[in-house]
């Protein structure tokens, strides 16, 4: 299954948006972790930036960056977000006023605890009917969405953005379920080559190989430590194909006995 690609969007540690990153995919600079920092999303307006969760801030701002270098219309893609497990801010929130005396819970709080909350607020924010669907499969989320997202560009021939997001737990859910650093990726992908294509991706679901790691230390420890950046091979080949016009292969844990097997190619 060959799918094209358009636009990405990306933010995590050290990692403010795609083009400012590449030299550090490439390895042309020294990869320098630091806070993840979350740039405000062109399609929230200012009073709901303040209200939005973190997820929804950061699927949102990397939505927009993808939408951005593709050219599309934001509201007129499908979509697929994809989070290994969503707020845990929110539950978090919730599971202590479950446990007080007063257990009225905020209308805001259980709303934002759906994990369809970031698709909702897209829906709502870029005026968009189109389809729209929220996955969740833990440490190989961004495997799964991709793997939906490609299957649903290649099957309706339109454009379709997979976004997927993780954000770190608060205690004493980090004591049970650790997530490394708040990080998202997003992609537009479709079925035809079009102006905007810079890569293409060759899609193969196979029997388990092993996984693709990252060389740099500290990349390699947020590949492991956040289950978006179980993307971070598949953003490498790209910058590395797109500097040198060379073809990358890569692998991607998928379930227990398959993976994802990419071939990247520029165009």
């Known amino acids: 299954m060959r799918v094209y690609l358009e636009g990405i969007g990306l933010c995590g540690p050290g990692l403010a948006g795609w083009q400012a990153s590449l030299p550090v995919l490439t390895g042309a600079e020294i990869y320098r972790p630091a806070p993840t920092l979350i740039p405000p999303s062109p399609f929230l307006?200012?009073?709901?930036?303040?209200?939005?969760?973190?997820?929804?801030?950061?699927?949102?701002?990397?939505?927009?960056?993808?939408?951005?270098?593709?050219?599309?219309?934001?509201?007129?893609?499908?979509?697929?977000?994809?989070?290994?497990?969503?707020?845990?801010?929110?539950?978090?929130?919730?599971?202590?006023?479950?446990?007080?005396?007063?257990?009225?819970?905020?209308?805001?709080?259980?709303?934002?605890?759906?994990?369809?909350?970031?698709?909702?607020?897209?829906?709502?924010?870029?005026?968009?009917?189109?389809?729209?669907?929220?996955?969740?499969?833990?440490?190989?989320?961004f495997a799964a969405g991709l793997l939906e997202a490609a299957v649903q560009a290649t099957t309706e021939n339109a454009a379709v953005a997979l976004i997927a997001y993780d954000v770190c737990y608060p205690r004493p859910l980090s004591l049970v379920r650790k997530i490394g650093a708040a990080f998202a990726v997003a992609l537009v992908l479709t079925r035809e080559l079009a102006d905007a294509s810079f890569a293409s991706l060759d899609i193969e679901l196979t029997k388990k190989l092993a996984t693709s790691t990252m060389v740099e230390p500290e990349l390699e420890s947020l590949r492991q430590h956040t289950p978006a950046a179980r993307s971070l091979p598949l953003l490498a080949a790209l910058a590395g194909g797109l500097a040198s016009d060379g073809e990358a292969r890569i692998t991607l844990a998928y379930l227990d006995d398959m993976a994802l097997s990419l071939k990247i190619h520029p165009v």
């Open 45 to 141: 307006p200012p009073n709901e930036r303040r209200r939005a969760v973190q997820t929804v801030k950061i699927a949102l701002a990397v939505g927009a960056e993808a939408f951005a270098a593709s050219g599309r219309e934001a509201a007129a893609a499908a979509t697929v977000f994809t989070s290994s497990g969503g707020d845990g801010e929110t539950i978090d929130e919730i599971m202590n006023v479950l446990a007080s005396a007063d257990c009225q819970i905020s209308p805001t709080r259980f709303h934002n605890s759906v994990h369809n909350a970031p698709a909702g607020y897209w829906s709502i924010a870029t005026g968009s009917r189109s389809p729209s669907s929220s996955l969740c499969c833990h440490d190989d989320s």
